[in-house]
């Protein structure tokens, strides 16, 4: 999934809404990069449609992919397969799983309390895919969530929160 768009959008040639580009270039070869400015009319002679707004993602359509279709002029939501949401599960796992390797070597800078902590998340992370047999019923509205509720707190560790990679 892409981050949502903010700001009012623009589909160029009937292409994905985006916002505007920092200049436009009007047909009679003048370009435009005040916006404030230019017409709406001048906006459909060099080839943009819209304003669009991104569709809302909220907890009821958090597991959804918007999709702007051309024809329609509008965006259609479409539900994550349950396969998509189990390989974002894994991923993240192995990547929460990556980030912990350190808790466990033998000169890690841990006590033996936290070490044994981080074995004990280490393996309910481990144990995930045998745990969960509805990925939206056990993750409620967020994926992460299941990631960040148990995972004990170190010092390179926000808050107690583990940070995900690439998140």
Same mark, same amino acid.
């Given at each position: 999934m892409t981050d949502t768009p903010q700001g009012p959008l623009y589909s160029y040639k009937g292409g994905e809404p985006e916002p505007l580009p920092y200049h436009v270039r009007l047909p009679d070869g003048s370009t435009r990069t005040d916006f404030s400015v230019i017409t709406d009319k001048e906006l459909e002679a060099a080839g943009y449609t819209g304003p669009y707004t991104y569709p809302k993602i909220n907890d009821d359509t958090h597991y959804t992919t918007a999709t702007w279709?051309?024809? +329609?002029?509008?965006?259609?939501?479409? !539900?994550?397969? !349950?396969? #998509?949401?189990? !390989?974002?599960? %894994?991923? %993240?796992?192995?990547?929460?799983?990556?980030?912990?390797?350190?808790?466990?070597?033998?000169?890690?800078?841990?006590?033996?309390?936290?070490? +044994?902590? #981080?074995?004990?998340?280490?393996? !309910?992370?481990?144990?995930?895919?045998s745990k969960i047999t509805d990925v939206k019923a056990t993750c409620g509205s967020n994926i992460s969530d299941? #990631?960040?509720?148990?995972?004990?707190?170190?010092?390179?560790?926000?808050?107690?929160?583990?940070?995900?990679?690439g998140e």
């Open positions: 279709d051309a024809s +329609a002029k509008s965006w259609t939501l479409t !539900e994550l397969s !349950e396969k #998509f949401l189990w !390989e974002r599960v %894994r991923v %993240r796992r192995n990547n929460a799983l990556a980030a912990t390797d350190y808790t466990q070597i033998p000169d890690a800078p841990l006590t033996t309390d936290q070490v +044994a902590v #981080f074995k004990k998340y280490r393996q !309910e992370l481990r144990d995930l895919p299941i #990631f960040y509720k148990n995972c004990p707190s170190d010092p390179d560790l926000t808050d107690g929160k583990y940070v995900i990679p």
